[in-house]
DNA sequence: ACATTAAGTGATT
DNA sequence: AATCACTTAATGT
């Protein structure tokens, strides 16, 4: 079967760690390859998740909303990464936190749940490969949420910037202020003002619906 | 040329 | 740092 080979092929490139040939014919037996378009919503507040994903190629915005439906950007996950939150999601059985949106065009394996846990017993490296993409998140949401709690503005917009780069893997973001300030919960005007600021200081180049990275 | 949307600015709280 | 009230600039029709 071609999509076999496809998943195949694509967890010995991006997921190397996954090195035990037969799980890596269970992923190809059972997982889905999947495909988003940019701006696609793959996981809304409150749904079900019946899959995991792996992430192949593209990009994922995860983020969080309050109360009042602000919306909160957490982390993007990338190629090789995998949601750390669908795990706990699933195996409880619990609806989700989280949107996640398709940042750009995204590929992905769909995990069923039933052989995420069932493989976690059977094979070692997918037992250390959720671990680890546990701890890998744990790491970078206590990060974000000092940021929030701690730092100043500047900061989180530069961290954002460059994470937003990352993902799109240039140093040219396509983005209006006013989207940016919905991710970190500020008023446009405040991210124009300290773009404005970035400019002057030479971090950054700014264009209309563009952002470039300097340094 | 005109309307629309993005970005910049100053004042106010 | 948020909000308001504009202004200015870039783009689409």
Request: some cysteine.
């Amino acid at each position: 079967m071609k999509e076999k080979e496809e998943i195949l092929q694509a967890i010995r490139r991006k997921y190397p760690q996954l090195s035990e040939p037969r799980l890596q014919e269970e992923i190809a037996e059972h997982g889905k390859l999947l495909h988003f378009n940019a701006g696609d919503t793959l996981m809304d507040f409150g749904s079900y998740i019946r899959m995991v994903p792996m992430i192949i190629e593209g990009s994922i915005k995860v983020s969080r909303e309050d109360e009042d439906g602000n919306e909160l950007f957490l982390y993007y996950l990338n190629a090789g990464d995998t949601c750390s939150m669908s795990f706990s999601c699933c195996m409880m059985n619990k609806k989700s936190d989280i949107r996640t949106v398709a940042e750009d065009d995204t590929t992905l394996i769909g995990i069923p749940i039933q052989y995420v846990d069932e493989w976690m017993s059977r094979f070692k490296s997918w037992q250390q490969f959720v671990m680890q993409s546990y701890d890998l998140r744990m790491r970078e949401l206590v990060q974000t949420i000092d940021e929030i709690a701690f730092k100043r503005m500047d900061e989180r917009l530069m961290n954002y910037l460059e994470k937003k780069s990352e993902a799109a893997q240039s140093k040219v973001i396509n983005s209006t202020h006013q989207q940016i300030a919905f991710d970190l919960n500020a008023s446009r005007e405040a991210v124009s003002r300290l773009l404005k600021q970035m400019e002057k200081e030479g971090s950054v180049q700014l264009g209309r619906n563009k952002i470039t990275l300097l340094d």
